[in-house]
């Protein structure tokens, strides 16, 4: 999704404020000019961007989270509801398991 000019200068402002020189350089994944701060050059906008899909990967593991916590406190006794259910929590984990993936890339 692609971030309107004034979300940008939300990003980029703060950081010509701290220091941060804007290079002659552009990001070669979003076309936004590269900053440098302490020696590192950055992409702000793709920096920002991944924190965003971090904060909502950890919003859909809470309630992944929840969902598998009521699962498990309301465990039938019939053996093939008991089945169902260890089936959906199987699922949730996995599905778990790859967002955590996707948060280390």
Same mark, same amino acid.
Request: hydrophobic letters at 35%; charged letters at 35%; glycine letters at 4%.
């Given at each position: 999704? +692609?971030?309107?000019?004034?979300?940008?200068?939300?990003? !980029?402002?703060?950081?010509? $404020?701290?220091? +941060?020189?804007?290079?002659?350089?552009?990001?070669?994944?979003?076309?936004?000019?590269?900053?440098?701060?302490?020696?590192? #050059?950055?992409?702000? #906008?793709?920096?920002?961007?991944? @924190?965003?899909?971090? +904060? /909502? $990967?950890?919003? !859909?593991? /809470? !309630?992944?989270?929840?969902? $598998?916590?009521?699962? +498990?406190?309301?465990?039938?006794?019939? !053996? &093939? &509801?008991? &089945? @169902?259910?260890?089936? #959906?929590? /199987?699922?949730?984990?996995?599905?778990?398991?790859?967002? @955590?993936?996707?948060?280390? &890339?």
């Amino acid at each position: 999704m +692609a971030l309107s000019d004034e979300e940008i200068r939300k990003i !980029i402002t703060p950081l010509l $404020l701290s220091g +941060a020189k804007m290079l002659d350089k552009h990001c070669p994944k979003c076309g936004s000019p590269l900053f440098e701060l302490n020696g590192r #050059v950055f992409c702000p #906008v793709c920096e920002h961007r991944g @924190k965003q899909k971090k +904060a /909502e $990967l950890k919003d !859909i593991e /809470e !309630i992944l989270m929840e969902k $598998l916590k009521t699962l +498990a406190n309301s465990l039938p006794n019939d !053996i &093939e &509801e008991l &089945e @169902k259910h260890l089936k #959906v929590m /199987e699922r949730i984990i996995d599905i778990m398991e790859r967002y @955590k993936r996707l948060e280390g &890339e």
